[in-house]
């Protein structure tokens, strides 16, 4: 008996044992999904055209958005490009859409995005994945001597700084300059886009190979101005080529991307209670207004 019930005991022990190793084995719990603790989702009342797009903004406990695309939503939900959500349905881009929510007050802008992830993952039955995509885009190579782009010594981080005034735009011979000091070409290729957006329409990608910080200086003409200014003027890429001895053509790069694999256009039924448990949305209004009286002798910059 005795020998039999130190068996017993023995077995009991080994199972205990295994189990515990096996629950060790177990993926953690995932982590909370944060979501809205109340939405009013319904079709955009009639607009003109093109309808103005108010991106979501939380203010007090109202998460608003008016006039929204399922494209625009996908797009702030999950912090992409709207040009890198690949695939879906064609009304992706169309249909419009209010969304008026509520979230505490003090809710970030991550955690926002994941509550719109969330809503629309239970109401509309999104369902995307992550990848990449050939996208349309500018190629940087460096091609020609480069003797106007010196090797920087500075050990401060990388700036372009613009040192054309407003005034010298009115005159097509002028330029724009920007002066770049200790500027690193992976920097530079994403700085680009900001620089000359009337040129350029899609990211710059750098495949210069040129290591290390540069120090030089850039100028060309605007595009509206470059016929006016005839053999003055001269466009970013001839600018890039001549001054620098890069060029800048156009090409494609493989982008992240965010794949729509499904969705419904129409959303599941609001829920019970809304009029009650929803926070009055707020009015409409400007984030920043200035309105003044003009001067005689002000000078219209247009889109400068």
Known sequence: ????????????VLCGFVSAQSASRQPAASASVLVFEI???HASPP?????YLHTGTLVGESY???????????STAYGID??????????????RLDVIAKAPPSTSDGALKQMLQSLLKDRFKLRVHEGSALMPAYVMTAVKDRRSMKPSDSPEEGDCRIESKDDALSDPSRYIQFSCRGEAMDKF??????????????????????????????????QNLLAGAASAGISIFDALDKQLGLKLVPGT?????LFV???????????????KNLPTPPPAHFEVNVVRPSRQDEKTLGDI
Not at 47 to 51: K, V
Not at 82 to 95: C, E, I
Not at 253 to 257: K, L, V
Not at 261 to 275: I, K, R, Y
Request: glycine share 6%; aromatic share 10%.
């Open 82 to 95: 709207k040009k890198n959500v690949q695939r879906g349905p064609s009304w992706l881009d169309w249909d």
């Open 1 to 12: 008996m005795t020998r039999w019930f130190a068996e017993l005991i023995l077995i009991v």
């Open 47 to 51: 607009a003109p055209y093109p309808p």
């Open 253 to 257: 790069s493989a982008t992240p991307a």
């Open 261 to 275: 694999d499904g969705v419904n256009e129409t959303p599941s039924a609001n829920p019970p209670g809304l009029e």
């Open 64 to 74: 608003v958005m008016r006039q929204a695309t399922m494209l625009d939503m996908i």
């Open 39 to 41: 939405a009013d989702v």
């Open 189 to 222: 290729a994403k700085r680009l886009l900001r620089m000359a957006p009337d040129y350029l329409q899609e990211p710059v990608v750098n495949l210069t190979g040129l290591n290390g910080t540069w120090d030089f200086d850039l100028k060309w003409t605007k």
